[in-house]
């Protein structure tokens, strides 16, 4: 039972140019969470979806970022136009269902992204 | 979601039981106590929660206080694989779509 599997591990994009990060949840997960790491500061959430829905985009940047969650495939993070900025650290996380509090989002190893 | 206050860095001698302990003054009574911690360059992992009772796992042991205002995780033989950052979370049942991960304590494992 593979865990939540992140591609690619690292990305090397140029300003300007666009990245596209990947984000297959657990089998039998329906719910995915993506979070922004930057250098020495803990987790930020960006956005929660369920399948074909943006459930809550709060901490999502205004321009630039947007996300999916197609009926068939992986959660995509697009960041358009990408700045120094965000380089960062992208995870992505699980969960079979929303609310009920009696367990824990399996998270993916991340994408690293950094922009030159 | 509460906030939590944890120190920012913790030793321990390899063998020994790291005590890891969080303030959250403000939780409210629906909201949950979770840990994660992050080893460098991987993602979070989820560790043990609670509401109100001490609770144990394979991981690792939470205690909760009576007042429920702050709580420790217990590692019982820390190993030097348990390096890494610790974050305490408290989080509502029901509701919140997201975990607030503050700045953790950095916990390393001296042999």
């Known amino acids: 039972n593979a865990g939540v599997m992140q591609n690619p591990r690292h990305l090397v994009r140029r300003r300007g140019q666009e990245a596209r990060l990947r984000c297959s949840p657990m089998?039998?997960?329906?719910?995915v969470y993506w979070y922004r790491q930057l250098p020495e500061e803990g987790l930020k959430f960006m956005v929660y979806?369920?399948?074909?829905?943006?459930?809550?985009e709060s901490g999502m940047p205004k321009e630039r970022f947007s996300a999916e969650f197609p009926k068939e495939g992986p959660s995509i993070l697009r960041i358009q136009q990408v700045v120094r900025g965000d380089s960062a650290a992208y995870f992505c996380?699980?969960?079979?269902?929303?609310?009920?509090?009696?367990?824990?989002?399996?998270f993916g190893s991340g994408t690293r992204l950094t922009v030159v | 979601d509460a906030k939590t206050t944890q120190p920012t860095s913790m030793d321990c001698a390899e063998g020994r039981a790291a005590n890891l302990p969080c303030n959250h003054s403000?939780?409210?009574?629906?909201?949950?106590v979770y840990w994660y911690r992050q080893i460098h360059s991987q993602g979070p992992q989820y560790i043990i929660h609670g509401l109100k009772n001490n609770e144990t796992n394979e991981m690792a042991s939470l205690i909760i206080t009576e007042d429920r205002k702050s709580s420790t995780l217990i590692l019982p033989h820390a190993t030097l694989r348990d390096t890494a950052v610790y974050y305490c979370i408290v989080r509502v049942e029901a509701g919140a779509n997201n975990l607030f991960f503050g700045t953790g304590t950095r916990l390393t494992v001296i042999p």
């Open positions: 979806l369920q399948k074909e829905n943006i459930i809550d």
């Open positions: 403000t939780i409210s009574g629906n909201e949950y």
């Open positions: 089998k039998g997960h329906s719910h």
């Open positions: 996380a699980s969960s079979p269902r929303t609310g009920g509090a009696n367990y824990g989002y399996t």
